[in-house]
Every structure is written in C-alpha cells, then in structure tokens.
C-alpha cells in the first residue's frame, strides 16, 4: 500500500473560482470602476461588497487584496488589477495562509471584544506585504457596539491598511459605516452569461450536459453562480454519459414542467377530474406536491408577465415549445382569472405546508382552483343579469324584475323608498312565474325562516 496521500476531491465552485477581474462574470460595472481606480491610484480605503449569495462577493475581496500586494514574478511590480497569481503573496493570499491579509467572519466573531483586537493590530505595518488587509464576511452580523468601536478606525486608518467588507443584508449595516465606504453592487448573473459558463466548466471537466439540463440548472440557480457550479457538479455525478433535462428534473425533485403546463390548462377549463388525475400522476412519478404547486405558481406568474410584456417569452432558460404554450394561454387567458389563480396558489401553499398530508391539501386546493376558474366574472355576471327577461316596469320607468330580493343571499336593510317600490312591485311579482318570491308575504316569511331579527323588525 502506498503511504502518499490521495489528493482530496476539490468541489468545482471552488476549483473554478476567479481568481482575476477577468475570470469574474456578469459584473462588469464593478470591474471596470475598480481597473480606472488602480490606473489612477485612486484606490479607497475601505470597500463593502452587496449581493446574493455566490455572486463573488468574498472571492472579488480576495482579488482585490491579491492586487494591491502583487509584486510580478521578479518581484518588483505595484499594485495591479492583473494579479501574476506566481508571486509569494498572489499565491499566500490564494491558500489563505498569508500573515497581513486576516479574513474575519462576523458571524462567529461578533462581539466588541473580536473588534478591539483589529483595532490595536491596525498600528502595526505589514510584516511581509505593501498592504495589511482585513476581510469581514458576513459584516452585518456584528453588533451595535462593534460597529460603533469600528467608525473612527474605519474612518481614519492608517494608509497601509485597507478594510473590505462583505454582506448578503445591506440595510443591516449602519448607515455610518457604510457612508466610510466604497460600496459595489454587484448583481444576479444573466441567465445567457450563467448557462454559457457552465457550459464552459463542463467542457472543461469533460462531461456531456445537454442544452435543457443547462437551462434547469441555471433556473435553479437563481443568479448564483456558486449555487450553478454546485448543481452541475451534483449533476455531472448523476448523469451517466450525456447528463439530459429528465435526469436534472429528478435530482433537483422537479415536476415535469412541461406537465405542469397540462395541469395549469386542465385547472383554467374547470376540469376538476382531468386535473386531480394529472396531480396523481405526477405525485405517482415522484414529483412532491408542494413544488406542483410552486410551479402553477411559478407559471401564473410567467404568463401574467407575458401577457403584459410578451419579449418576456424570449428567455433563453425557456425551451422553444414551452414559450409557445405559454403565448397561447396569455393570449387566451385574461389578466383577472391569472391574478385571481395567483392569490389562490399564495393560499394553497401555505395550506399544503402545514397540512398533515400534502397531497390531500394539494387535491383540495385543485378542486378549489377548478371550481372558481368555471366561474364567470362579475362582468360577465353583469351582461347576464341585464339580458334577463323582465315581467313589467315598476312606477317610475324602473323594470320591474331588476330590484327585487329574490335570493336568500341578498340581505339589505331596506329603507323607506326601497320598502315603498317593493310594495308597489308585489302585483308585478305575482305575474312574473321566474321570480322564487311571488309575494311580500313570502318575503318576510324567509327573512323570519333566516332569523335576520333586524331585517325583520325593518321590514314588518
């Protein structure tokens, strides 16, 4: 048995991560802000990156603190934003081991007492680089009181010393520290941008990923290029030869969507058996109820958008028939019955989830969604009820079958005007054979039958 250790596995979000501003993607704003920076030596003190999580927030920290201390490979250039990544400190920085570039997490340091000790290292000239460099991830953890013991160091440090502070919660961060600080946005990565670089990493590891596997992917990733790199290493370990769309919808535990969109149409006709067959079958294959749901959401959504704005359709995470199906229904579909399935959907998924059986909740709400869908709107309720035959005009031009209580859900505390037209229109009832109340008798017979006291002590 050989006694050399096996090289460890390294995961591809971090044996791909950029290690220059070239290989960073999807934020170009903040990289060319900082190359014209270290052009001019204009260089600020303190940076504070924003974002979601896996947008390169603490690898651009790292990028940056490699360019300020990068000395070339004959050790005699000055800060750069091409770090060599040959040189001693490129390569410290790189493994983390290098004695002036401290990367604090506030999340497990948060007190005062973690922020007292930067304070009174921050005297001290770097031992072995141009820069002493402090990284705080996640800095919006710290405490009120360390914030407040950091703002004049923040404010005034010495000019060998640099502070660069990551967060994913920006309105956390006191307003004082960050008026200390150069801030830099950086945003979710477009889906073109994120699908071609894990095409990219693919190719480079060798493995076989099919276009609409790349798509699920990067919808699942949402903008982080650390949660898409995870995913596709998870899929590249999954997938046997070409890594296809089926086999991503299954490790991820998606229904199929195009599926989904049989059941959406099923729901929008009324068609309550066709759509609880659909959901079983669906649930048969493995699909989990709650995400059948968060996907008829997920699409009322989507056709909502392009029925407003249909260049919406044109995303590129979309496949070529799932854009047309989804332009058909938005041009079938109107814009009340999609906001009306929305608001349902809210109500559902929280039904489903603190449910006892989620498929029962998710059969339920179905039937819900199925049985309000068949309903007309009040618009259409409107035009029905004036097209309705009328027995007679009531005194005063008024058509006599239009104000009449005939239903047991219309309770209206009458006034005097309304109870006088109602007693003048009683002969009018009594030859109107559609009307159910053929007499004012009968009228005050079903208040007393509803026991509504007040309206009966109105009325009599």
Same mark, same amino acid.
Not at 60 to 79: E, F, H, Q, S
Not at 259 to 280: I, P, Q, T
Not at 388 to 398: F, K, V
């Given at each position: 048995?050989? =006694? ?17 501003? %070239?290989? !960073? ?14 052009a001019? =030596?204009?260089? $600020?003190?303190?940076?504070i ?6 947008t390169?927030?603490?690898t ?7 360019? #300020?201390? *990068? ?9 750069t ?8 400190? *490129? ?6 081991? /290098? ?11 948060t ?11 921050? /005297? ?24 407040? %013991? +950091? #703002? ?6 010495? %000019? /060998?010393?640099?502070?660069?502070f990551a967060t994913?919660?920006? &309105?956390?961060?006191?307003?004082t520290?960050?008026?200390? *600080?150069?801030?830099?946005? !950086? ?27 790349l ?10 290029? &650390? ?23 299954a ?7 195009g &599926?989904?969109?049989? +059941?959406?149409? #099923? ?14 079958g ?42 047309s ?18 608001q349902?959907? +809210? ?25 309000? $869908? =068949? +309903?007309?709107d009040?618009? $259409?309720?409107?035009?029905? !009820? ?16 239009g104000?009449?209580? /005939? ?22 009832l %009594? ?24 309206? #009966?002590?109105?009325?009599?």
């Open positions: 048995m050989s =006694d050399a250790p096996e090289q460890a596995y390294q995961v591809l979000a971090r044996k791909y991560r950029p290690e220059t501003f %070239a290989d !960073l993607v999807g934020q170009e704003a903040m990289v060319r802000t900082l190359k014209n920076a270290f001019a =030596d204009r260089i $600020a003190h303190a940076f990156m924003t974002g979601i999580r896996g390169g927030k603490t651009t920290a790292r990028i940056i603190a490699k360019g #300020l201390n *990068c000395i070339g490979p004959d050790g005699a250039d000055g800060p934003t091409e770090p060599c990544g040959k040189c001693d400190p *490129c390569r410290a920085i790189a493994e983390g081991r /290098h004695v002036d570039v401290m990367e604090m997490d506030a999340a497990s340091r007190g005062v007492g973690d922020i007292r000790e930067i304070i009174d290292s921050v /005297h001290y000239r770097a031992a072995s680089a141009r820069y002493k460099i402090y990284i705080i991830d996640e800095v919006h953890m710290l405490s009120t009181s360390a914030f407040n %013991a +950091l #703002l004049k160091t923040l404010e005034e440090p010495p %000019a /060998h010393v640099k502070f660069i994913t919660e920006i &309105r956390k961060v006191p307003v520290v960050l008026s200390r *600080c150069q801030r830099f946005d !950086l945003k979710r990565i477009e889906p073109e941008v994120m699908m071609a670089l894990m095409a990219k990493i693919a190719k480079s590891e060798g493995a076989k990923i099919s276009e609409g596997a798509a699920l992917i990067t919808r699942a990733a949402e903008g982080s290029a &650390r949660d898409a790199t995870s995913l596709l290493d998870q899929a590249i370990s999954n997938g046997a030869g070409e890594t296809s769309a089926d086999q991503i919808r490790m991820l535990g998606l229904a199929d969507r &599926r989904v969109l049989d +059941l959406f149409d #099923l729901v929008m006709k009324g068609d309550a058996a066709g759509a609880l067959k659909e959901l079983s669906q649930y048969a294959d493995g699909a989990d109820p709650m995400a059948v749901l968060r996907d008829l959401a997920e699409i009322t959504h989507w056709i909502s958008v392009i029925k407003i704005t249909p260049e919406a359709a044109d995303d590129p995470t979309t496949p070529p028939d799932e854009r199906r989804g332009l058909d229904m938005a041009a079938r579909l109107p814009i009340r019955a999609l906001s009306k399935m929305w349902m959907l +809210l109500k559902a998924l929280e039904e489903v989830a603190l449910a006892p059986n989620a498929m029962m909740a998710a059969e339920m709400a179905l039937i819900r969604l199925t049985h309000v $869908a =068949d +309903l007309p009040p618009e $259409a309720l409107i035009k029905r !009820l004036q097209t309705l035959p009328t027995a007679g005009a009531m005194p005063g031009g008024a058509p006599a079958g104000g009449v209580m /005939h239903s047991p859900a219309m309770r209206m505390a009458p006034s005097a005007p309304v109870m006088g037209a109602t007693m003048q229109a009683a002969p009018a %009594a030859t109107a054979p559609e009307m159910l109340l053929v007499s004012f008798a009968q009228v005050v017979e079903l208040i007393r039958e509803k026991r509504d006291m007040k309206l #009966l002590f109105e009325v009599e």
